[in-house]
């Protein structure tokens, strides 16, 4: 199996498919095996690997796999400068290819916390729309590691195949601006947008005009969720403000405005004391649970499609600019019968409108909570 990273960029293809197969044969041989790109600058944002002693089998590619010598966290220009100038140094890449059988027994061997947790979580999983979730509750009572950290630098079997293939490693908003096409002043601009004086800059708006005068070298990225803006000198810090998030318990780095269920999605579009305005989209032939509420009630109003609305065994149909309200504590279902997307507004009212105020009598999807 291989392990990538959904966020890096691969310019050369088939040097990359000439790494894997070289790994492949290196991971049947019992390795587990990671990519080491090599430098092409003394970068200090990636982690570093010296190699070992040549692995002596043979492989279809004219590469060569290592034994891990060491690995050495992300250094400061002066070391990064050494490392290239001895030689036999990769950028650790955090790609990864190995049998998931030999994964598992390093994990067990090295990690049995980890291995016993998610032995749990695999053994309580659900399955939603195709998908297989793994035990909440086991799996968030896993001890959090990397593979880095668990295995590959305690392994006596760690491998690399250093290589060359064009890697990226997209892991900030700097890193996007790089590799990004540029205007005449560098900048790399999405979306409505307004820069005057402005040099070298990653501009991102999705839902309203951005505007930035007299400013170089900054990441601007505006969302539906949070409007973040800061140096891009800075972009390695972001893992801080999330951090600050966290422990002030606040939610924005968690939740999203427009949240996916089996049966569509909602968008929260306005809330105050007492109330909460959602945008509601059902997908045809789709439908909610049969619920219920404790402390609030609900109003919808049809913007487009047809809905067939229970509320305590009475079945109603509504169409565009219709609307129906569902008083606290009664059983109700949403669904929708017809052959194009339904879009509807919700006005909850009540002394408590958490998403988790729902008793549910019915899914269709075997979801319980």
Same mark, same amino acid.
């Given at each position: 199996m291989i392990v990538l990273p959904a966020d890096h960029v691969i310019d050369d293809q088939v040097a990359f498919a000439q790494a894997v197969e070289t790994a492949k044969v290196a991971a049947q041989e019992g390795y587990l095996v990671t990519f080491g790109v090599v430098p092409s600058a003394p970068e200090t944002g990636y982690g570093?690997?010296?190699? %070992?002693?040549?692995? @002596?089998?043979?492989?279809?590619?004219?590469?060569?796999?290592?034994?891990v010598q060491s690995f050495f966290e992300k250094p400061n220009r002066e070391t990064a400068a050494a490392y290239l100038q001895e030689g036999g140094y990769t950028w650790n890449s955090g790609m990864f290819v190995f049998t998931a059988g030999n994964y598992l027994?390093?994990?067990?061997?090295h990690r049995p916390d980890i291995?016993?947790? /998610?032995?749990?979580? *695999? +053994? $309580?999983?659900?399955?939603?729309?195709g998908f297989i979730l793994p035990g909440k509750e086991a799996f968030a009572a896993s001890p959090s590691d990397s593979i =880095?950290?668990?295995i590959m630098q305690v392994t006596d079997r760690a491998a690399v195949v250093p290589a060359q293939f064009g890697w990226s490693d997209v892991g900030s908003w700097d890193s996007l601006w790089q590799i990004a096409p540029k205007d005449?002043? %560098?900048?790399?601009?999405? #979306? =409505?947008?307004? /820069?005057? =004086?402005?040099?070298? @800059?990653?501009?991102?708006?999705?839902?309203?005009?951005v505007a930035v005068i007299g400013l170089d070298d900054i990441i601007v990225v505006e969302t539906a969720d949070a409007v973040l803006v800061m140096h891009k000198s800075k972009a390695q810090h972001?893992?801080?403000?999330?951090?600050?998030? $966290?422990?002030? +318990?606040?939610? $924005?780095h968690l939740e999203h405005l427009r949240v996916h269920r089996p049966w569509g999605w909602y968008e929260g579009i306005d809330k105050g004391e007492r109330f909460r305005v959602k945008r509601i989209m059902v997908k045809p032939g789709e439908r909610l649970s049969l619920q219920m509420h404790h402390?609030?009630? &609900?109003? *919808? /109003? /049809?913007?487009? %499609?047809?809905? !067939?609305?229970?509320?305590?065994?009475? $079945?109603?149909l509504f169409t565009e600019n219709q609307s129906t309200y569902i008083p606290l504590g009664k059983s109700h279902r949403l &669904?929708?019968? #017809? !052959?194009?997307?339904?879009?509807l507004i919700e006005v909850q009212s009540g002394t408590y409108l958490g998403e988790d105020d729902i008793v549910r009598f019915e899914d269709s999807y075997g979801r319980t909570i």
């Open positions: 570093y690997i010296k190699a %070992g002693a040549a692995l @002596s089998f043979a492989t279809p590619i004219a590469l060569t796999a290592y034994q027994q390093e994990l067990q061997r291995f016993d947790a /998610v032995q749990k979580a *695999w +053994q $309580e999983k659900t399955t939603d729309l =880095d950290y668990a005449g002043n %560098g900048n790399v601009t999405s #979306g =409505d947008t307004l /820069v005057f =004086d402005t040099q070298k @800059s990653y501009i991102r708006a999705e839902n309203r005009l972001l893992k801080t403000a999330l951090q600050q998030l $966290e422990s002030n +318990q606040r939610k $924005e402390h609030r009630a &609900e109003h *919808w /109003v /049809v913007v487009s %499609g047809t809905a !067939k609305v229970t509320v305590e065994n009475q $079945e109603t &669904e929708n019968p #017809g !052959k194009i997307p339904l879009h």
